[in-house]
């Protein structure tokens, strides 16, 4: 399976062992993250170099959505991180890349840590409706901001992993509602992509998080039609000046 090639890719950040590398078509490889040079070195060498500075690298979720594989991971490297890895596969190997990476923090207020709960997709007939309800969410609450239709689409039980949020539908619509200057604090403004695997879906964002220019990495466990439990990550988005690729974050 491709979210298995990619478990082994990416372990082999840890491992330095080259043969996963091979599931990359480098030659047609396209990167997204705007901090890495695009072509300046082979993954294996790469790979390889950051091997021997001992690094961490744990897959906590890894879930496929045809072309796409989408995965939930933590690294350890000169510092904890927690982020959301995405690749598209082409010709049954990957072509395209895409990531946001943040610091880990918390556990948050309700002992809730950015990784740990449920890891294995279920439902997996259901996946195209779950996919409708976290789009639906994003688009009616989160980026046109009618919070009074937040509870058609949050369990009030909500099980919240963001470490700057606690469990429930009531404290969500507090964070969304806090304003400084009239202006919202979290503030997304578009919706790039949504990838699902049986109950859980990733929605890729853009937006403003205290007037930074932001990505939001969105993921949701759905039931009954319903988020029941979230995990994200928020990172920067550099100036275009300082980006190392001309692809774009997105």
């Known amino acids: 399976m491709k979210k298995d090639q990619i478990r082994a890719l990416l372990k082999s950040i840890e491992t330095g062992e080259p043969g996963p590398v091979a599931v990359v078509d480098e030659a047609k490889y396209i990167q997204h993250n705007p901090q890495t040079h695009e072509g300046s070195e082979g993954l294996v060498a790469l ?9 961490r690298v744990n897959i906590v979720r890894a879930f496929e959505d ?9 690294y350890d490297f000169a510092r904890r991180n927690v982020g959301f890895e995405v690749f598209r ?8 890349h895409w990531d946001n990476i943040q610091v880990r923090q918390g556990p948050n207020l309700s002992d809730r840590t950015m990784v740990d709960g449920p890891t294995q997709a279920v439902d997996l007939d259901l996946t195209e409706s779950n996919r409708a ?3 639906s969410f994003v688009e009616t609450v989160l980026v046109d901001g ?5 509870t058609d689409f949050i369990s009030d039980t909500v099980a919240e992993h963001s470490p700057r949020l606690i469990d429930g539908a009531v404290a969500l619509r507090a964070a969304l509602e806090g304003q400084e200057d009239s202006v919202r604090r979290i503030d997304y403004q578009k919706v790039h992509r949504v990838l699902a695997e049986g109950n859980f879906v990733l929605c890729v964002s853009e937006g403003k998080y205290a007037g930074t220019h932001s990505a939001f990495y ?11 439990e979230h995990w994200d990550t ?11 690729n001309t692809n774009g974050k997105f």
Request: aromatic share 10%; proline share 4%; hydrophobic share 40%.
């Open 47 to 55: 790979f390889k170099r950051l091997s021997k500075t001992s690094p």
């Open 234 to 244: 928020t990172e920067d988005i550099a100036p275009r000046s300082e980006w190392k």
């Open 218 to 228: 969105d993921l949701f466990r759905i039931a009954d039609r319903k988020i029941v």
């Open 133 to 135: 309800v976290a789009r």
């Open 89 to 96: 596969f082409e010709g049954g190997r990957a072509v395209e």
């Open 66 to 74: 045809g072309d796409f594989v989408f995965a939930h991971t933590e």
């Open 146 to 150: 009618q919070l009074d239709k937040l």
